[in-house]
Each structure stands twice: as C-alpha cells, then as structure tokens.
C-alpha cells in the first residue's frame, strides 16, 4: 500500500557514537550537506515553486502544487524534510475549520503521514459528505481504514470507486484491505488481472505491483513476489517505500547480499539505512559497515525520541528487536506501535519481540 510514514521535522545528521558532540565547523565555507535540488530537476522546481510562494502565501492555486510537488518528492526519497515544506505551503489553511475542498484533502494526506488517523479521517469524512465521488479522497480513506485495520469499511469506500477511478485503481485499492482479511486469494487474481490489462498510469502501475509482490509474499509465492518487485522498480526505481519493500522481501529470502545492494546508496533514509544495516549484519566481511550503520541507527533513533518523534516505533522496535538484541524494549515500541497502526510489519514485530521476550503480544 502506497503511503507516507514521516513526519515534518528538521533533518539531523550524526556521525560518530549516539552521544557525540555536534559537529561545528571552524570555516563557514565548509560543506555540512548537498541538497538533493541541487541534482534533481524536479527538486530544483519546487524550490522555484517555494520562492513564488513566499510572495503569495496566501494564494491556494500556489500552495497547493507546492505541497503536492513536495509530498511527491517525500514518496521518492523518503526524505521527511519535504513533508515539513509541504505543512508550511498549507498554514493558512491548516487550523482552518471550514478550508477550500483542496487544502483539505491536502491536509488529510499529510496528517496521515503523520500519523493523525483520527485528525485525517475527520478531514476525509467531512470532504467525503460534500463531494462523495471525489476518487483521491475515496482511495485516501480507504487507505487510511486498512493501516487502522477497519477493512471492511476500506472495501466501501473501494468499492465506491467504481466508475469515477481507473480499473487498476479500483482493484488496487480493494485488494489491499481484501488481502489482509479472508480474500487474499481472489484479491490477488483480481489485482495480477487488472495489471495484465494495460493501459494505466506508470504511477499507479507501480502500485500496483508493489502491492501484488507484497501479497504473493505473505502467500509464500516468492518466484511470483520478486517478478512482481522487479517490474514496480523498474516503473519507479526511485521509490523509497517499494525499495524497503524490496529488501525486506530479499532479507527473508536469506539474500543479504541483494538486500545490500538494493538500499546500498540511501543512507539518508532512516528506514532503508535499518534494511542495509540488517542486511549487513548477516554479511561477515562487513563487520565495519555494521558497526558504523548501528551506531548512527542508534543515535537517530535517540534524537528522534528527543525530539518528540514517535513516527518510527516500528522501524526502532525492529532495530532493538534484531539489532540491539532489546527484546524488552523492542516489545514496547512494538506495542505502542501496534495501538496506532495494524499492518502486516506491525504485528509481525509485535509477535516477534514477544516471542523473544517470552510474554504474549496483547
């Protein structure tokens, strides 16, 4: 399922043991980071996009594309920065109680982000009432229903996508809820249907393939599974949840090495950093590389606790899970965790850190 898991906050970048000094240049000509505008054409226009904003604030047909550009670009670097400049092309409009139909369901797509199903439901619902055959704002509901565990209200709004969405959409969305109570099957051979009939966006083609590997690898078709990988990177290499995706499929697999090489350059993401650093840990001769990926792993993990964060209880849950050897601790943020959101990787660590911590996993 196509969603974001980050909240806006500002980036922190640690080299060294988790309790290291920051860093403070002698020489203000030092270079602490390169921006990845400065090698992305599309980054370079959302940055033209925030500088015309900054003149009119105000003016929602500039806000808008400034915080879709931005989303967009969250998606594909995982960089949650983005999602921060997103909010802030939105604040005019962010405690609104009435906003225009737009800022709202722009709104509803970055509390989901954040975590804020309630906040982002209430957005969806109330948008839903006056206009209810807006399809971006019936994919995001449902969307929102199956990470909560409602499916069978996920399959209503799914199914009222008929007619107004694309059929792979359609198929897509209910096969995401549909796969994760008692129709697995079927929602498979609907959805490897819909994909074989062409025609669709390459955006949402990549969903969903995404989708259908993810669904044949918990049906233990991992032949079926990969092809399935394989074609959604090769639609939109550039995707940072389908390439955590990917790894994980690879690391259960016991194919460090693939894992390795498939998140080897996206250190910057904290997420695919834990796929790399898992993927090295089973890798001898990387020993270093480990070492060096759990230390900043760590010390992420601690700035984001200082700062408040509790987005990624489930990325640290793993890591004091398989990395730290904390099942006590791991079993707590995978409680915590579980409260919030109830996907498959959710319950999956729960189980897991319970079973090593000897306790049941309610």
Known sequence: ???????????????????????????????????????????????????????????????APVARRAIEAARTTGDPRFLGQAQ???APWWKSDDPPMQALLLRATLKQSQHDFAGALADLDRMLSATPRDPQARLTRATVL????????????????SGIASPLAVAACDAAPASLSSDA????RELTLALERGGEAPSIRAWGETLAAEIAARGGNAAAAETHFRAALAIDPRDAY???AFADFLLDQARPRDAQ????????????????????????????????????LAARFDAARSRGDSLH???????????AHD????????????????????????????????????
């Open 1 to 63: 399922m196509r969603r974001f898991a980050y909240i806006a906050f500002a980036a922190f970048l640690c080299v060294g043991t988790p309790h290291a000094a920051p860093y403070v240049p002698d020489d203000d000509g030092v270079v602490l980071e390169r921006l990845p505008e400065q090698a992305d054409p599309t980054l370079k226009a959302l940055k033209r996009m925030r500088a015309a904003l900054r003149v009119n604030p105000q003016k929602l047909d500039i806000a």
């Open 88 to 90: 802030a092309a939105l």
């Open 146 to 161: 199956t990470v909560i565990g409602q499916y069978d209200k996920a399959r209503v709004d799914c199914g009222a996508l």
């Open 185 to 188: 099957g079927i929602a498979y």
């Open 242 to 244: 389908l390439r955590g």
């Open 261 to 296: 090489a498939l998140v080897r350059d996206e250190t910057k993401n904290d997420s695919l950093l834990l796929r790399l650093a898992l993927a090295e840990q089973a890798l001898p001769e990387e020993r270093a590389a480990f070492d060096l990926h759990k230390s900043e």
């Open 313 to 323: 209880r489930r990325e640290e849950a793993r890591f004091r899970l398989t990395i």
């Open 327 to 362: 099942a006590a601790g791991a079993l707590a943020l995978a409680r915590a965790n579980w409260n919030v959101q109830r996907e498959p990787a959710d319950r999956r660590v729960l189980v897991e850190a319970a079973r090593a911590a000897g306790e049941d996993p309610r």
